[in-house]
C-alpha cells in the first residue's frame, strides 16, 4: 500500500450499517465495500438489502452482507443483534443511519408522529449501540479505535422545520447524544461522530430531489450549488473509520455544501 492507501484504508475492518438499502446508508455502505471492509446491511426490507449486499459484492475490493433488521422496537433491536452476533464477534464500525421523518403542517400536526420519529431516530439509535458496545470495544486498541457513526441532519443544527417538527428535533438529539457518547465511550477506545447531511438523494428526499430536475432546484439553495453526491458520504465515511480519522471523536461534519453557516442576516450592507 502506499502512503495514502494505508492512511484511509478500512480493509479487514467489519461494520454494520442500518438503514443501507437506500440513501445516505447505501452511500456509506459503498465507500466502506470499495475500501475493503466487511460491510453488514440492515433494513425493515431485508430482500433490498440481500439484493444491494450482492451489488456490492460484484463492485467492491470488501464484502457485503444483506438481511432484515428493525430498530423501532426493543424486539427488532434484540432480533438485529442476534444476527449480527451469528455472524461476527467484533465490530469494528456502527453507522446508526436508519431513520424515519414525518411531514405536517404546525396545526395539523399528530402527537403519534412524535413517538414514531423519536422512537427511531434516538430511542432505537442509543439503545442499538449500548447492546453493540461490548462487541466494538472487542475490535478496538489504541492505535485504531472502533467507530461510530450517527446520522444527524442540517436540520438538527438549523432552527428550521419545514412541516418535520419530530424530526428536526430528533436529529438535534442525535447530534448532543453523540457527544454525550463521545465523552462517555473514549476511554473504551469508541470514537463517535455524527453526519449532518443536507440534500442528497434519498428515498425520505424523493419528494423534493426524486428527479434530476427537483435535485437541481434544491442545489440552488445550497451555497455550494448542488445537493450531496454520493462519494461525498463516502469520502466522509472512509476519512472517520479509517486510520486517517482515529483522533477525531465528538464531532458533527456537516455535509450540507454550507448549509450550516448560511444565513439570511445582514448588519450593513444592502
Known amino acids: 500500500m502506499t502512503y495514502l492507501d494505508e492512511l484511509f484504508s478500512v480493509a479487514g475492518k467489519t461494520a454494520l450499517v442500518t438503514g443501507a438499502a437506500t440513501g445516505i446508508g447505501r452511500m456509506a455502505a459503498t465507500g466502506l465495500v470499495q475500501g475493503g471492509a466487511r ?7 431485508g430482500a433490498d438489502c440481500a439484493r444491494v449486499a450482492e451489488e456490492l459484492n460484484a463492485i ?4 457485503a452482507e444483506g438481511f432484515s433488521g ?7 433491536i434484540a432480533a438485529l443483534v442476534a444476527e449480527v452476533r451469528s455472524r461476527t464477534d467484533s465490530l469494528n464500525i456502527l453507522i446508526n443511519n436508519a431513520g424515519v421523518s414525518w411531514g405536517a403542517e404546525y396545526e395539523d400536526f399528530p402527537y403519534s408522529a412524535w413517538a414514531k420519529v423519536l422512537g427511531v431516530n434516538v ?3 442509543f439503545h442499538l ?3 453493540l458496545t ?4 472487542k475490535a478496538a486498541s489504541d492505535e485504531d479505535p472502533a467507530r461510530i457513526i450517527n446520522l444527524g441532519s442540517v436540520m438538527g443544527t438549523q432552527p428550521m422545520a419545514d412541516g418535520a417538527y419530530s424530526y428536526t428535533a430528533s436529529k438535534a438529539a442525535v447530534h448532543h447524544l453523540t457527544r454525550t ?8 477506545r469508541i470514537t463517535v461522530n455524527a453526519f449532518a447531511p443536507g440534500p442528497f438523494q434519498s428515498r425520505m428526499t424523493a419528494f423534493a430531489t426524486g428527479t434530476d430536475e427537483q435535485a437541481d432546484k434544491v442545489g440552488k439553495r445550497v451555497p455550494i450549488g448542488r445537493i450531496g453526491a454520493p462519494d461525498d458520504i463516502a469520502g466522509a465515511t472512509l476519512y472517520l473509520c479509517s486510520r486517517a480519522g482515529s483522533y477525531v471523536t465528538g464531532a458533527i461534519l456537516p455535509l450540507d ?3 450550516s453557516a448560511q444565513h439570511g442576516m445582514t448588519l450593513f450592507k444592502e
Do not use: C, F, W, Y
Open 257 to 259: 455544501g454550507g448549509q
Open 134 to 137: 461490548l462487541m466494538l470495544e
Open 60 to 63: 467492491g475490493k470488501g464484502s
Open 39 to 45: 460491510v453488514l446491511i440492515a433494513s425493515r426490507k
Open 129 to 131: 449501540t449500548r447492546e
Open 70 to 76: 428493525d430498530v423501532s422496537t426493543e424486539e427488532g
Open 123 to 125: 430511542t432505537g439509535l
Open 181 to 188: 457518547l463521545a465523552n462517555e465511550l473514549a476511554a473504551r
